[in-house]
């Protein structure tokens, strides 16, 4: 009785295994076939105007965006956050 039974278990497990496999196969098959996430190409021309302006707007000085503190121009790094908070965002990520 006992080896009948250590024998039905053996092929129920090779049977699991084995279907396992195929299970895991099929996914990876899906998923490396898929294109589900990826956009298609954009096909559009881009007006010669829009690239001048841009390359204008581009090339225009701008302010840096520092401040004055006692008389010395200071510029900052932090974006107005203290650094405990970057630190404590960079630690979460």
Same mark, same amino acid.
């Given at each position: ?25 099929? +996914? ?7 294109? @589900?996430? =990826? %956009? &298609?190409? !954009?096909?559009?021309? #881009?007006?010669? +105007? ?7 707007? @581009?090339? =225009? %000085? &701008?302010? !840096?965006?520092?401040? #004055? ?13 203290? %650094? ?10």
């Amino acid at each position: 009785f006992f080896a009948g039974c250590l024998v039905s278990l053996s092929l129920q497990r090779k049977a699991m295994a084995r279907a396992t496999a195929l299970c895991i196969l099929a +996914a990876a098959l899906c998923l490396l076939r898929s294109i @589900a996430f =990826v %956009p &298609a190409p !954009a096909t559009r021309t #881009v007006d010669p +105007a829009v690239v001048t302006g841009a390359a204008v707007l @581009a090339t =225009v %000085p &701008a302010g !840096a965006d520092a401040f #004055v503190f006692k008389g010395k121009e200071y510029f900052d790094v932090f974006y107005g956050i203290e %650094p405990l908070a970057w630190a404590f965002c960079g630690f979460v990520i």
